[in-house]
């Protein structure tokens, strides 16, 4: 099993910039991938961003593409997410998660969930 615990949440103007991090516990195999999905209040969850912990290969959503960045250290275990050109409507919880189904855009193929980081951004 795989244990997560994601930080770097807060507050920040549109238009700055905030980068999330998300550390790993436990086994994590060559297939592993890990995504960061958000969900705003009243609002479906919807996936952000993913990345293959073997190949580094990435996926993004088409709303953050070009502004979000997810990166991995494989020494510290950690996924990170960089998020730059911050709008309004990125303001959610935040959350990290891992699967090691190749749909990694879909939110029902994750079985470990860290708890979320709540993100807001000021107009």
């Known amino acids: 099993q795989v244990q997560l615990v994601e930080s770097g949440g807060g507050l920040v103007q549109a238009g700055g910039s905030l980068r999330l991090s998300c550390a790993a516990s436990?086994?994590?195999?060559?297939?592993?991938?890990m995504g960061w999905f958000r969900q705003a209040p009243g609002k479906e969850r919807e996936f952000v961003a993913a990345?293959?912990?073997?190949?580094?290969?990435?996926y993004y959503a088409d709303s953050v593409m070009g502004r979000f960045t997810i990166s991995k250290d494989n020494a510290k275990r950690t996924v990170y997410l960089q998020m730059n050109s911050l709008k309004p409507e990125d303001a959610a919880v935040y959350y990290c998660?891992?699967?090691?189904?190749?749909?990694?855009?879909?939110?029902?193929?994750?079985?470990?969930w860290g708890q979320g980081t709540q993100v807001t951004v000021s107009s």
């Open positions: 990345i293959k912990w073997s190949s580094g290969y990435t």
């Open positions: 998660a891992a699967t090691s189904n190749i749909n990694v855009r879909s939110a029902n193929v994750y079985a470990y």
């Open positions: 436990g086994r994590i195999f060559s297939n592993t991938a």
